[in-house]
């Protein structure tokens, strides 16, 4: 079965600073998508980014980019010029793109705070 | 505006009482998920509907049940067995290669 690790349970950046958050994932897959989502105190899950693993150039939303190392296995997310409402818990997750596998595995998660 | 809705936002139960969450997407979206998050934790699948009348068990399935009688709705069913429920439920909705989208979850707490 697939997993997803996030190494950092807590990360702290500067406002206006920038900050990587890792994850690497452990897959037999050749085809399949990887997503950064952001949950914030009110706990809602909010999409930041995705990458489909076919795609070589890496994804890029606003100040959020993500390093897509498929070889290695990595997908680390970089948040430029950090705001204050970056305040949350981040956390990676892998999707499989084979119909016969659909769920979604999500790694432990990264608290990122913002400090003023 | 389409979108997810889990409801109530907050659920009681006592010992040995069964308890039911709802899900409801207007998204048109074919597979509907049940998450649980412990404080701390990622989310781990429960259960997991690709299609009406069909579901399948995820990675903690044991004590909960679901049933998907119609497109829109996936309840999930907490029951007495399941020992330890105290925890934060997502419903998760998702049509073809599109990430899922979530509800704003339900906090289920023991009495």
């Known amino acids: 079965a697939q997993t997803v690790t996030q190494s950092q349970p807590e990360m702290s950046v500067q406002e206006a600073e920038t900050v990587t958050l890792s994850c690497t994932y452990d897959t037999s897959e050749s085809d399949y998508y990887l997503f950064w989502y952001k949950q914030p105190p009110s706990r809602q899950m909010i999409l930041v980014i995705r990458?489909?693993?076919?795609?070589?150039q890496n994804a890029t939303e606003n100040r959020f980019s993500v390093n897509f190392q498929k070889a290695a296995k990595s997908f680390s997310l970089k948040i430029s010029d950090s705001q204050l409402g970056d305040a949350a818990m981040y956390f990676c997750a892998y999707r499989s793109a084979s119909s016969n596998n659909n769920d979604m595995r999500f790694g432990a998660g990264t608290r990122l705070t913002v400090k003023p | 505006d389409g979108g997810i809705t889990q409801s109530p936002k907050y659920l009681f139960r006592k010992e040995g009482q069964n308890v039911t969450l709802s899900c409801e997407q207007n998204?048109?979206?074919?597979?509907m998920y049940w998450y649980r998050q412990d404080p701390g934790q990622g989310l781990r699948l429960i259960y997991y509907s690709q299609i009406v009348n069909d579901f399948q068990k995820g990675d903690i399935a044991e004590g909960y049940s679901v049933s998907r009688e119609k497109k829109e709705s996936f309840p999930l069913t907490v029951t007495s067995a399941q020992k330890n429920p105290t925890a934060f439920y997502l419903c998760?909705?998702?049509?073809?290669?599109?990430?899922?989208?979530f509800g704003d979850g339900t906090r289920l707490s023991i009495l």
């Open positions: 998760a909705s998702r049509i073809g290669a599109q990430p899922q989208h």
């Open positions: 990458q489909e693993a076919y795609k070589q």
């Open positions: 998204l048109n979206h074919d597979a």
